[in-house]
């Protein structure tokens, strides 16, 4: 399977009607923007399971005749009410339910934020796909029906929600139309009154309304104060690149780590496959969870010693201290459904964004008539007064959401970016020095056998788990060194969905999405 090349624009997404509502913007006249919130507007209806209006989204974006990448954090808050005392009986937050529903969604503000710097087209223009995707349906995916039947049990004891992807207490089979009348019915709201009423109008109302009759925390003064914000990028020098990542509370600054620390090696002289890349990858990752698991949290409340950790120096004491087995490390299990997409556009501007509801189908309260599910990223909160990312009102979680840039002389060369919480820097990791140090396209570095080492889907675990694919003499010395081995399948699931742009020098747009999901590349 080769890259999709296109000689003007290219659309990635995790789902191939997303991807084609953003080609249409673009053929209709829209820039990389008005695309990119199409495609996010698209994934919150056809892939709701992995993400919706009820979350958060992190972007970078670059406008052409700016110059620069800028970020945009989409994060939502917790509410004002929303404190360790409201906890006092319970030893952590729980995963589902209105009790989890503690962050105010911030990924609407995105798309208003967004549109307004850059955008040519309007909220409502570049929301009609995703309204009509809503209304009159689309085929339901296998992932989908697979992660409805994962949580069905739980899913049923909300009747709102199960009235939506449980109809009749049947999980829905591949391929049959999934209709969302109530969610149509509020993307058309916002496509006529925009922003404000999602967070101070009749939505607002209707969304704290259903959760305070549920013993929810959330209040309409929560969502009215909501605002995301532009944020300046955290950067690294790679090779002969410049990567860049969205700051704190996003865990972006790992990835940066991870390449800084490889930087230290010459990977073009280790076999790609082998066990040796294999192990280097992921004790390099492991340096970066360590410090991440420490410091990571809302930078207004805790300083993060940034400057250090992205040191080059920093990077290669790291290195230095890679150990030819495996270090062992304790890392707390994170949710991650999410979806990662990306957009380059005719005029060479470029958006490489990610969204999600943290666990699959987020806290599982879909509020009201609204149609909107609800994340749960507020459960990653500890109730623990002295763990930096303890709950405290009006604050940003730890966030698994990274999308990622890579430019030379200033200029977008490689948009990448994936699912999958903690997986994210190591697929990005693996990605990226697949293009840069063994000469891969988008499509092949996507491709081939993936690992992800730790958590994934909310699982407590050290495992390093390892697509079948992998040379059996690769896995058996990888658990010589002392790894935790775990085969799953040849492109199985739990790697994430992964998407990547790459401008070539010969400026035409490559453009690969994961085999493991429902995505397509579309160029023109």
């Known amino acids: 399977m080769k890259s999709i090349v296109g000689t003007k624009s290219m659309v990635v997404s995790p789902h191939y009607l997303a991807s084609m509502a953003g ?6 006249g829209g820039n990389a923007f008005d695309a990119a919130i199409a495609v996010s507007a698209c994934l919150a209806v056809v892939y709701p399971h992995m993400t919706g209006l009820g979350g958060d989204s992190f972007w970078l974006t670059y406008k052409k005749t700016e110059g620069k990448i800028r970020g945009y954090n989409g994060s939502g808050r917790s509410g004002m009410g929303v404190t360790r005392e409201a906890y006092k009986n319970e030893t952590s937050i729980p995963f589902r339910g209105v009790r989890s529903a503690i962050t105010v969604p911030g990924m609407l503000d995105s798309w208003d934020a967004i549109l307004q ?35 069905q049990e739980w899913i049923a004891k909300t009747p709102v929600t199960a009235d939506i992807y449980i109809p009749n207490g049947e999980v829905p089979q591949a391929g049959e139309r999934f209709i969302q009348k109530d969610l149509a019915a509020t993307l058309a709201l916002l496509a006529q009154k925009g922003r404000d009423a999602f967070y101070k109008g009749e939505l607002a109302e209707e969304i704290v309304s259903f959760l305070k009759e549920q013993g929810g925390l959330l209040t309409v003064d929560d969502f009215s104060a909501h605002r995301g914000n532009w944020v300046e990028p955290i950067s690294t020098d790679y090779r002969d690149y410049t990567i860049y990542q969205v700051p704190p509370n996003s865990q972006g600054f790992v990835g940066l780590m991870a390449l800084n620390i490889l930087e230290n090696f010459q990977l073009q002289e280790i076999e790609h496959g082998s066990a040796d890349y294999y192990h280097l990858l992921v004790e390099a990752l492991k340096s970066g969870f360590r410090d991440r698991n420490q410091v990571l949290t809302d930078p207004e409340f805790f300083d993060i ?5 992205l040191s080059k120096q ?3 004491e790291l290195a230095d201290a890679i150990q030819k087995d495996a270090k062992p490390l304790t890392s707390p299990p994170v949710g991650s459904d999410t979806a990662y997409a990306a957009v380059v556009d005719c005029d060479g501007n470029a958006v490489s964004f990610i969204q999600s509801l943290y666990f699959e189908f987020g806290s599982g309260v879909v509020a009201g008539n609204t149609g909107i599910l609800l994340q749960n990223r507020g459960s990653f909160f500890s109730l623990d007064p002295h763990h930096v990312n303890t709950l405290e009102p009006a604050k940003r979680s730890f966030h698994t959401l990274m999308p990622a840039i890579a430019c030379q002389n200033g200029e977008p060369r490689i948009l990448y970016g994936t699912q999958g919480g903690e997986g994210q820097p190591q697929t990005q990791t693996a990605i990226i020095t697949r293009m840069i140090d063994y000469g891969m396209d988008p499509q092949q570095a996507i491709s081939e056998p993936r690992f992800v080492w730790g958590r994934t889907w909310g699982e407590d675990s050290e495992a390093l788990k390892i697509e079948s694919r992998v040379a059996a003499d690769a896995i058996q010395t990888l658990e010589n060194k002392g790894h935790l081995v775990e085969v799953v399948e040849e492109f199985d699931g739990v790697m994430g969905h992964a998407q990547a742009i790459r401008i070539d020098e010969h400026h035409f747009l490559q453009g690969g999405v ?7 590349a579309i160029g023109s």
């Open 117 to 151: 710097e850059y955008g040519r087209m309007t909220l409502a223009e570049v929301l009609q796909p995703a309204i009509e995707y809503a209304e009159k349906g689309f085929p339901i995916t296998k992932n989908q029906v697979v992660y409805t039947e994962k949580n």
């Open 314 to 316: 920093y990077a290669s």
């Open 23 to 28: 080609n249409q913007i673009l053929e209709k």
């Open 305 to 309: 010693p940034l400057e250090k950790l």
């Open 514 to 520: 994961d085999p493991r999901g429902d995505g397509a």
